[in-house]
T-cell receptor, first 115, second 115 residues
Framework: AQSVAQPEDQVNVAEGNPLTVKCTYS??????LFWYVQYPNRGLQFLLK????DNLVKGSYGFEAEFNKSQTSFHLKKPSALVSDSALYFC?????????????WGAGTKLIIKP | DGGITQSPKYLFRKEGQNVTLSCEQN?????MYWYRQDPGQGLRLIYY???????QKGDIAEGYSVSREKKESFPLTVTSAQKNPTAFYLC??????????????FGPGTRLLVL
């Protein structure tokens, strides 16, 4: 079965430190991979995606993610965290073989950046 | 939240009542989606539409109905058959003419509460 796992419900990081939010996936074919961020009572905002090519993808607000095919992972990273990065982060995957183009979503990781 | 609007921001439903959530986009996107978000869970797909006058059930369609009479609009009706409708409802849209891992863009959401 296709699935996305975000193994940490919550990640706590001190401001200025590097942050990582983990995502692993299981799909039958090659994936498209996405990261979104959600602030309280708001819709989701797109951060970045992996389609093809360079495994390191750079996105909005200084975030980046690395596609690792052998480990089936797509961890979100940022070199220096800001308090304003505190939010809920979602990883999503789409199987290139899925003709319905549906996204499979992780449960989300709450990121808390402490001053 | 881009060019996708959802209304109302908050909606209250009485027992046995049908209510309709509005979703409009001015992005000229072909595909539109409705998701339900509950605390501690990822997004779950209710319905999606890849083209005008056509739509498909998602994972949790029971108790919901949709229409797609115009490209710009994809209203969701929560019927009285939906016994646990309290949730945050998110509408999204994307260009889906070809399978290139197109990004889904989200509206600001509607929070539905039961009186």
């Amino acid at each position: 079965a296709q699935s996305v796992a975000q193994p940490e419900d919550q990640v706590n990081v001190a401001e200025g430190n590097p942050l990582t939010v983990k995502c692993t996936y299981s799909v039958s074919g090659n994936p498209y991979l996405f990261w979104y961020v959600q602030y309280p009572n708001r819709g989701l905002q797109f951060l970045l995606k992996y389609i093809t090519g360079d495994n390191l993808v750079k996105g909005s607000y200084g975030f980046e993610a690395e596609f690792n095919k052998s480990q089936t992972s797509f961890h979100l990273k940022k070199p220096s965290a800001l308090v304003s990065d505190s939010a809920l982060y979602f990883c999503a995957v789409r199987d290139r073989m899925d003709s319905n183009y549906q996204l499979i979503w992780g449960a989300g990781t709450k990121l808390i950046i402490k001053p | 939240d881009g060019g996708i609007t959802q209304s109302p921001k908050y909606l209250f439903r009485k027992e046995g009542q049908n209510v309709t959530l509005s979703c409009e986009q001015n992005l000229n996107h072909d595909a539109m989606y409705w998701y339900r978000q509950d605390p501690g869970q990822g997004l779950r797909l209710i319905y999606y539409s890849q083209i005008v006058n056509d739509f498909q059930k998602g994972d949790i369609a029971e108790g919901y109905s949709v229409s797609r009479e115009k490209k710009e609009s994809f209203p969701l009706t929560v019927t009285s058959a939906q016994k646990n409708p309290t949730a945050f409802y998110l509408c999204a849209s994307s260009i889906e003419k070809t399978d290139r891992g197109e990004t889904q863009y989200f509206g600001p959401g509607t929070r539905l509460l039961v009186l």
